[in-house]
């Protein structure tokens, strides 16, 4: 069974389920009567993203959103990083995983972070991240060289490098031009 049969059947019994829903306190408000936005989505700027109750690791993170014509969450700037983790502090409750994948790895070449969806070297300090335990860059510490990025609800929803055959939620981002 292909990839996109599984996911339609999953749909249609109710397997694949999403939230979206009003961000509550923040001047970053999602605008969910867009067109082009899918149900179940909330936007922000000009992405669209839908959070996740599944739980898979993230190279099935990954294919599940190319799947849907989606990809997992790139970020690329602090309005939207604050934005996503003002959002899931709203609705964690009904997410038991530890975090959300994003589409931040080193997976293919040690200590070398990008997001697999546009190639870029990922930009830490853009994010003020960093490893707890060492206060270096994630990516930096010899400890965290290789791995996935994941927005981890023990840290406030801040960046975390995580096994990529760990399974966590995700959430996938739809652009305007998709």
Not at 95 to 101: E, T
Request: with cysteine; proline share 4%; aromatic share 12%.
């Amino acid at each position: 069974m292909s990839l996109g049969i599984l996911i339609a059947v999953c749909a249609s019994f109710g397997f694949i389920t999403t939230h979206a829903g009003a961000l509550v306190g923040s001047t970053a408000k999602p605008v969910l009567t867009y067109e082009k936005c899918p149900d179940g989505f909330v936007r922000f700027q000009d992405s669209c993203y839908n959070f996740y109750v599944e739980q898979f690791s993230w190279p099935e993170a990954m294919v599940f959103c190319q799947a849907l014509k989606y990809s997992l969450v790139t970020l690329t700037s602090p309005a939207q990083y604050e934005f996503l983790r003002s959002h899931l502090a709203t609705i964690t409750g009904a997410y038991p995983a530890a975090g959300f994948w994003t589409a931040g790895t080193a997976a293919e070449i040690l200590g070398d972070w990008k997001w697999i969806t546009t190639g870029q070297t990922i930009n830490f300090e853009q994010f003020n991240a960093t490893d707890p335990n060492t206060g270096g860059h994630i990516g930096v510490s010899a400890d965290q060289k290789s791995g996935c990025l994941a927005l981890s609800k023990s840290m406030s929803f801040k960046i975390s490098r995580q096994p990529c055959k760990t399974t966590q939620h995700f959430i996938c981002e739809r652009h305007d031009s998709s």
